[in-house]
């Protein structure tokens, strides 16, 4: 085949001309209108410019179920700080990054974002910022988490990072305590998950308060996450006949164990710790929780009216999914770092300077008598949250405060 | 006496569903000679068509035939539009396909579920009532149906294998593939109804999984297929009897430890059992010291 033949094949039809001319003509009026609209917007838009917030969060992964249910809280405290002006003008945008409940990938999101962001929210597991919080402390870049059980982490990494979340050192302690004296009980067996940071160390604490008081600890008994079968443990614990038992575990496998105990016949108080209390916790054990207590900072079945409204909000939102602990650290976390950005009149817009992110962690570290959704509290030398908890009952599946 | 009771118990209960995940697998390997990495996720699908079933109708015997036969035929579809591709191109892109297509289902399911959050079957087909004791070990309805249903499947296995035609070809490919070939055997579809029936098996198990579990998450699969997979090198890659022989030794290796000694050194003794045995026996327990299959 020559080339002529090609060129014979390829040549353009006079109805491809046109075409090609009507295509030309549009291109041509769209550009106008874009140079012709285009800086108008850009003028309207100049003011309002909104501020990124990068969200470390884990969407993907087994601490999924966490990631999301932040989210969609703190979605909704980012909608009320932009109702009430924004930030110095600008309104707030959240970017969600996803950590895939992956302590590496949230410390290489930490070293993306430091190089384009004035601040970050999160991580919300407490693994993660194990790994995040150096990073940033190490780019000198502020973040603000919200599920940090772990008043240990904080402290390590002063004064880039902080914290909505009472860590389970303020809570842990003294709600055992009073479980000690509700109960009566002498003797008790632990089940931790030592596979899980937060859960070791609130199991840990509650056991230290329980020897505090004269309890003996009879056994501990270590278990691991998504375990298949509790029998053997609970036969353990049959055979040891506590007269309590004090479960430090995820909420699902805590439901589980509970669970367990109860279908096995074992009729004993048991403590939770406070991670282990949320939604799913109540949906695995139902009503074998029959004689448990807790210690939280926040429950969705609370009476305050600023609690029933988020609630009502959140349920809306999550369709149907009710709010955990997390969910409220997490709006309070929005709320905190908008409000410290306008106590510091930084923005990081136009890209953020080490004196603006100073100036934004001293706001921070400087928080008294904020408000928050359901308290007002302070920040604390350590970089988290200070304040005082609830102590809860479940009787039956039935979740209610404890006088 | 309690404690030694609850042993033999767990060791009965969990070593029957540990058998049935390692059916599966090593059947799976039997016949298409691939280790089949999301056979832990199919056994989650199985876990969530169960659930779907049972929120209509909570039945759980119901739940199982629904779990196996959504995992069967999901097990037709991913052999036939996934690994029969990849036939014949070594054992590493089955190996990688195997494991994302395991992160798709858990993501899939993540998604599609309430966002990952647990759920569990109604209480109406988890069957808690606590029937009678055995030297002080209460035994659960579940813990007899689960243990009966695993019963009435590996002898329909049994059966299926070695007394019907569709058997015959299944052990003729996982034997001799060529030779099958040559004697007129079908063996990529003999393939495809062993994967189907290797993840049939994976669904079963799933929803007795549900049960004991108490709830059910898209994850929940990640450390049993790794468990199912350490039952088959232990017992050995493609043998059915080594399957169900690793499986009680871990069970009764789990329990004993957990009772007697410290559950946080169940998975390292379990597991340290099973790397003596493969240094000592690489083909496993009962498996067949054969390097290549011809």
Redesign the interface.
Known sequence: MSNAGYRIHFRPSMKTSIYRLQVLGYAAAFALTAIAVGPANARAAGPAEPIQIPVLSSQ???G??YG??NVTAMEMAAAEVNAHGGVLGHPIALEVQDTQSSPSQAAILVRQDAAKYLAALGPNLSNDAKAAFPVAVQLKFPMVSSGISDARIMVANRPWTFSTFIPAQVLAASATETWVKRTGAKTIVAIVN?QDDASAIQESLMQAAVAKDGVKVLKV????S?Q??Y???V??V??LAPQGIIVGDL??DA??IV??LT???VDVPVMISMNAFT??FL??A?KSARNVSTFTEFWSGLQEPAAKKFTAAYLRKSHG?PPGLSAVTSYDSVLLLADAMRRAHVTGLGGSTTQEREALIHALAATKGFHGLLQSYDIGSEGYRTGAGFYLRITNGVVSLAK | MILLAAVIVGTIVLGSIYALMAIGLNLIYAVAEVVQLAQGDMLVVGAYVGYLITRFVPNLFLAEIGAIVGCGLLGVVVQLLLFRPLAGRGHLPPLVAGLMLGTAIEEGLRATFFQGNPVRYPSGATLSTSLFNVAGVPISEAQVVIVAIVAVLAIGLNLLLNRTKLGLAMRAVAERPACARMLGVPVATVVTLGFGLGSALAGAAGVLIAVVFSYITPFIGIDLGFVALAICLFGGLGSLSGAVIGAFILAFTEQVTTIYIASSYKDAIAFTLIIVVMVFRPSGLMGRLVAERP
Do not use: F, Q, W
């Open positions: 993907t992964g087994p999924a179920s999301e249910n030592n008994i270590t278990v691991a998504r298949p079968d029998s053997a443990e036969s353990l049959k055979s909420p699902p439901g589980a669970k367990a279908t096995a016949g939604p799913d949906t695995v139902g999914v």
